[in-house]
């Protein structure tokens, strides 16, 4: 019995043994293959690791390449913007240059206007000079007819008929002088009887005392600022032009009558500003004029300056900023004027 039970745990012991053997080798043998399945999943892993760096270095690559193809394309924007920004300042300046130009044709085309309006007045006072030398011409030949026809000196033939032409009236006049006054006369009256002794009977045709009164005073009435180079002072207010020869206009004396004048201006200058402007005879500078304010608190400057010059007929005389000197501020109100007088004729 002993031996049967003996037997039976033997057998059950070496059952149960190779129970446990059998279960070990299945456990390694899954072991195994788990650890095989792993391998083969971390072989797929880094494979697909290996394909998305891959994939991750062609796309850096298209990166870079698209990242130089933007530098390139911002330093070409940028020569672009450079270039625009020389072109704008290349227009800019050539604007400038067109606005300079086109003051530079005003002044020309203003300069020409006043020039022809200057020529319009000088032509219109020749003409109305002529008119009113031939009307008195006139006047002393019926004078000196009809004083020699009552002296039944003058011949039917050499009557006057309406208006006679300048030689008849010429050689009438210095005929009838010639006669009638020949003791008061000089030489040059008795020369001949043609047009060179004009202006020698023009003068003895002009009654004694009638010469020309000439004098004028102008002021400026308000401030100026920014005044240009040799520009001409506007003054706009005439307080006395005996003889008009003053042009408003042109703000110029025109000489109308050749003789010696004296020609005064006074200038007040800006607020702490200085300025010098100068007495001008047909672009030639006769006197400066110089006012310069001092940095108080009222700095303003009185300038005075007077010349004596002697003016041929026809000839100009005016004020203007100095072309070098000065500020461009000038104070009007009165404290600025321009004025001149005849002292006497060398006619």
């Not at 899954?30 to 083969?40: C, D, W």
Request: glycine fraction near 6%.
């Amino acid at each position: 019995m002993e031996k049967r039970e003996f037997l039976a745990f033997t057998v059950c012991s070496l059952a149960v043994c190779a129970l446990a053997t059998t279960l070990d080798e299945n456990s390694e043998n899954t072991v195994s293959r788990n650890v095989l399945s792993e391998l083969a999943n971390l072989k797929i892993s880094n494979q697909l690791l290996e394909k998305r760096t891959t994939a991750l270095e062609k796309e850096w690559k298209m990166s870079e390449i698209r990242i130089n193809d933007l530098e390139k394309s911002n330093k070409a924007n940028l020569e672009i913007i450079n270039e625009l920004i020389n072109l704008n300042y290349n227009s800019e300046k050539r604007v400038d240059n067109l606005s300079k130009l086109a003051k530079e044709q005003g002044k020309k085309i203003a300069f020409a206007e006043q020039s022809q309006r200057y020529l319009m007045n000088e032509m219109k006072m020749y003409d109305e000079n002529y008119k009113n030398m031939l009307s008195v011409a006139e006047r002393k030949l019926s004078g000196f007819e009809n004083r020699l026809n009552a002296a039944g000196m003058l011949h039917p033939d050499n009557k006057s008929v309406g208006k006679m032409n300048s030689n008849t009236i010429n050689g009438t006049i210095i005929s009838s002088v010639q006669m009638m006054d020949s003791d008061k006369l000089p030489s040059t009256y008795k020369r001949s009887l043609n047009t060179e002794s004009m202006p020698t009977v023009n003068k003895r045709i002009t009654p004694p005392g009638s010469q020309q009164r000439i004098a004028f005073s102008a002021h400026l009435s308000h401030d100026l600022s920014g005044l240009g180079t040799s520009q001409t002072i506007p003054f706009d207010i005439i307080t006395l032009n005996e003889g008009q020869a003053f042009d408003s206009i042109l703000h110029t004396f025109i000489c109308p009558l050749s003789g010696i004048y004296v020609f005064q201006s006074a200038i007040l200058s800006g607020n702490h500003d200085w300025m010098q402007t100068e007495i001008v005879k047909d672009g030639h500078g006769l006197v400066n004029v110089v006012a310069h304010g001092s940095n108080v608190e009222h700095g303003y400057d009185q300038g005075f300056n007077s010349v004596i010059t002697a003016c041929n007929k026809g000839e100009r005389v005016w004020v203007r900023k100095q072309a070098f000197f000065g500020g461009t501020n000038l104070t009007g109100n009165r404290y600025t004027s321009f004025s001149g007088y005849l002292l006497w004729s060398t006619e």
